[in-house]
């Protein structure tokens, strides 16, 4: 039995909190030796519930360890949590990457593009398996149109800077890295981004702080469509981890991480700047 370390900011959070159960699940289905085992958290008592990481591991079945290098020296595969403070993936990865477990950084992948990219030199420099992705990644209707040239995506959540990191993820999945200029138009609360590519391919994302639709809508040369959202992701998110843990391979391209990364870095800075194009 593989045992998996959770490395976090506070550990009682949504994903800490449900991680435990998905990946049980798709170890059940696909015959899979993984278990949660091991838990590091920097910050003592959650914010969101007030639980402490003690109480936390007794429901969950899990050892808290004293510091982070007791958690990498125990595992044998890593998730590198805090999902809500991405500023910690680049600390959190210098301590966990000497040890050279296959490790997944969760969304966001990293607070910069420049963070992002010192995370990618880490892996280089221990040879350590690695990968990140927002779950949205992993919406089985964005393959419902091929050759996908123009698209646009919704999402809404508590901030733009927290939650934008979905849209780009669909965006980067279905048009590929090649994207060079973004505007951001307000209305009201809605933000609207539009992404501009050197040729035909083009992207609206849109944000909102309430609810919006699960819609996605995308076009072709041939075929246009809207579609629904009806995977179940983050089972779909879990099962890749786990794979990934097995053989060691990326699912898909890992420069459209970068790309990720440089698009929400451009994004954000044209909310400030609205009704312009932000070359970058």
């Not at 003592?44 to 990498?72: N, Y």
């Amino acid at each position: 039995m593989k045992k998996i370390g959770f490395v976090d900011f506070y550990i009682s959070e949504w994903h800490a909190n449900n991680y435990p159960a998905w990946i049980k699940e798709v170890c059940g289905e696909n015959s899979l030796d993984f278990e949660l085992a091991y838990v590091w958290a920097e910050q003592d008592i959650s914010p969101v519930d007030g639980r402490s990481t003690a109480e936390w591991c007794k429901e969950f079945g899990a050892e808290q360890c004293a510091t982070i290098e007791e958690l990498c020296e125990k595992s044998d595969v890593i998730f590198i949590l805090a999902p809500t403070n991405p500023e910690k993936h680049l600390p959190y990865a210098k301590a966990v990457f000497p040890f050279g477990k296959p490790t997944y950084v969760d969304k966001t992948f990293a607070q910069t593009l420049c963070e992002a990219k010192e995370i990618f030199a880490l892996s280089e420099k221990y040879g350590t398996p690695f990968f990140s992705s927002s779950a949205l990644r992993y919406e089985k209707a964005l393959d419902d149109v091929a050759d996908c040239r123009n698209i646009t995506v919704f999402i809404s959540g508590k901030t733009v800077d927290e939650y934008i990191i979905h849209d780009v993820e669909m965006v980067v999945k279905k048009l590929g890295i090649g994207a060079d200029k973004v505007m951001c138009v307000k209305n009201g609360k809605q933000m609207f981004f539009h992404l501009g590519y050197a040729d035909d391919r083009s992207a609206c994302l849109v944000y909102a702080p309430f609810g919006l639709p699960g819609d996605t809508i995308m076009e072709s040369a041939t075929e246009g469509k809207t579609v629904k959202s009806r995977s179940a992701i983050f089972n779909e998110l879990i099962a890749d981890i786990l794979r990934f843990f097995e053989d060691g391979n990326v699912s898909f391209d890992t420069a459209q991480t970068l790309e990720a990364m440089k698009i929400r870095d451009a994004v954000l800075s044209s909310c400030g700047k609205c009704g312009e194009w932000i070359s970058f």
